[in-house]
């Protein structure tokens, strides 16, 4: 429905028409114009775009604007229309350069070769989904992946559609073909050998992996860590920031360390720690402003070079980094700590994220379970045999 002031209305042939005023040469004065569409949006957008060209190419009589209006999405190929959002919202000072690079890694892996050479007016709701959905089902992806795709997608399509003025489709993601990668953490006697390993002879670099196994920590958010983020009055730890290595453009290097705010709003948080590992922690102070990494932020790729060094002098199987953090939520769980309090700890912004990612039961812990169901059947067994008798 039309707003007061926004000189839109629904005429009563159910079209909907946007008026402007233009300058008419000719006439020397300005006159109102009109465009119309199917739907408020539409002709809204209509009215928005011909603005902007009019903005854009001064002295252009207004129907060769109208015309080009008309006949320039035909034209215009997704590929095109991609570039002009990655290069807006590269420009956004709110969007973190981390998620910029996520969002432009996914459209140059997943989604250029798939439409890029496909013209805006061509991009039907079947036409992209056919398109999507035979290529998901050709690539195991997993399901945040999938997930980004589709966000990468909807975004550039909203975005030309405001550009281009025409109507493109949203692309519902399906609930269903999700492949969600099976959680991996560190059992019993796994953590046993870590452990042994970690406290002979430890230098920084273990202590950095002992460190997460008591915090929880993702790996930018430990090669981050300053020491004034460490309380020894209240022996918290309070994380602040993170820091990751992103393509910067013109840098010799192509990559450079970035240091910014958290994953989220609420990853900034204070972690309880033991105070045995605060005193343990406190052997590896000095006068550096960094835990970790001394003058500056510690790179992640050399801390993980470190911890698969590590794991091999444990002899334990290669795992990822942030395995230390699933096995850190799982230990809490089965410690007995409440889903909320995990949460926050974790830095997560609800208790769902933590209930389908990080709580998962190891086998130990079923082990123990199925003992336990074997010792129950055992007993009542006994129970009815003795009644019998």
Known sequence: MGRHGENIRKRKDGRWEARYAVYDSQKEKKVEKSVYGHTYDEAKKKRANILY????????????????????????????????????????????????????????????????????????YSFVKEKISDHLSIVILACNTQKGIYCVLNQILKYASERYSILLPSIKRPTFNMYQKPVKIFTEAEQSKLLTVLEHQIDSFKMAVLLCMFAGLRIGELSALKWSDLDLDNKTLTIKRTVQRLYIDGAKSKTALVETAPKSSHSIREI???????????????????????????????????????????????????????????????GGVDTKSLCEMLGHSNVKITLNYYMHPSMDTKRKHAEKLYDFYKKIHGQVEGKAS
């Open 272 to 334: 309880p720690l033991p105070a045995s590992i605060i005193k343990l922690l406190l052997r590896f102070q000095n006068h550096k402003e960094y835990i970790f990494g001394g003058d500056k932020p510690l790179d992640p790729r050399t801390m993980r070079n470190h911890y698969k060094k590590i794991l091999e002098e444990a002899n334990i199987a290669s795992k990822t980094f942030h395995t230390l953090r699933h096995t850190y939520a799982t230990n809490c769980v089965e």
């Open 53 to 124: 060209l009019l903005e854009k190419l001064p002295g252009k009589a207004d129907v060769d604007v109208e015309k080009q209006e008309q006949n320039v999405s035909k034209n215009v190929l997704f590929a095109t229309a991609a570039e002009e959002w990655l290069s807006t919202i590269k420009a956004d000072n709110n969007l973190k350069p981390s998620t910029f690079e996520k969002y432009n890694m996914v459209y140059h892996t997943h989604l250029k070769g798939l439409l890029g050479e496909t013209l805006l007016d061509k991009l039907t």
